[in-house]
C-alpha cells in the first residue's frame, strides 16, 4: 500500500532554534517523488521542497533540507533558524510513478507552532 | 493575476442549491486538480485533467461533476450536496504528471452545507 506517516501532530520550537518534522513512507515503486508543502492558516499549501527517489544528495531550499534517509524510507523536514511566520501545517507527501504521475498522498500533517 | 487562483473563497449553501466553484492558473500548466481537505483528515484527491481530459476520478460521488473547458480552467459543479461535503475544497496545477513536478496550489474555497 502506498501510504505517508507523520506521527507528530503537533510541535513546538524556540524561535531562532532548528526543528526536525518527521515523515515516513511506503511504496514498492523504485521511482517516487517525495515533497513537503506549508499550509499557514489562511488556506494556501506552499511547496517548499523536492526529493526524488534517485537523487544522492539531500534537498535543500534556504533554511529548509530535507533528511533522506531511502533505506529507512524517511524524508524528515528540518528548518532551521525557526521564525515566527514558520507556525503552520506541513504536508508530506508522495508521488509514486505507478499511478501515471497524477496522484499526489499526502500524510495528515503536523502542525508548528514557534514560540517567541 | 499571478499563481492559482479561486473563487468563491468562501461558499455558504443548502443541499438544494446548485453552485460551482471555479480555479484558474496562469502558470501555463497542462495538468490541473481537485482536492478536498476535511478536518483532521489527509488531503483527498477529487479529480485531474491532463491536457483537458480526465485522468483520474477517485470514485468521487455524482453530486461533484468536474469540467476543464481549457487548460487554464477547472471548474467544480456542486448539486444536492450533504452537510459532511462541508471542506475547504483546493485547486492545484502543475506542468504535467511525472515525479518531479511539484504543484501550485490555489487559496482554496470554504464550502460550508446547511
Not at chain 1, 524510507?73 to 521564525?83: G, T
Request: some cysteine.
Amino acid at each position: 500500500a502506498q501510504k505517508i506517516t507523520q506521527t507528530q501532530p503537533g510541535m513546538f520550537v524556540q524561535e531562532k532554534e532548528a526543528v526536525t518534522l518527521d515523515c515516513t513512507y511506503d511504496t514498492s515503486d523504485p521511482s517516487y517523488g517525495l515533497f513537503w508543502y506549508k499550509q499557514p492558516s489562511s488556506g494556501e499549501m506552499i511547496f517548499l521542497i523536492y526529493q526524488g527517489s534517485y537523487d544522492q544528495q539531500n534537498a535543500t531550499e534556504g533554511r529548509y533540507s530535507l533528511n533522506f534517509q531511502k533505506a529507512r524510507k524517511s524524508a524528515n523536514l528540518v528548518i532551521s533558524a525557526s521564525q515566527l511566520g514558520d507556525s503552520a501545517m506541513y504536508f508530506c507527501a508522495m508521488r509514486p510513478r505507478d499511478t501515471g504521475g497524477f496522484k499526489t498522498i499526502f500524510g495528515a500533517g503536523t502542525r508548528l507552532f514557534v514560540k517567541a | 493575476e499571478t499563481g492559482v487562483t479561486q473563487t468563491p473563497r468562501h461558499l455558504v449553501m443548502g443541499m438544494t442549491n446548485k453552485k460551482s466553484l471555479k480555479c484558474e492558473q496562469h502558470l501555463g500548466h497542462n495538468a490541473m486538480y481537485w482536492y478536498k481537505q476535511s478536518a483532521k483528515k489527509p488531503l483527498e484527491l477529487m479529480f485531474v485533467y491532463s491536457l483537458e481530459e480526465r485522468v483520474e476520478n477517485n470514485s468521487v460521488p455524482s453530486r461533484f461533476s468536474p469540467e476543464c473547458p481549457n487548460s487554464s480552467h477547472l471548474f467544480l459543479h456542486l448539486h444536492t450536496l450533504q452537510p459532511e461535503d462541508s471542506a475547504l475544497y483546493l485547486c492545484a496545477s502543475s506542468q504535467e504528471g511525472g515525479v518531479v513536478n511539484e504543484q501550485f496550489f490555489g487559496p482554496g474555497t470554504r464550502l460550508t452545507v446547511l
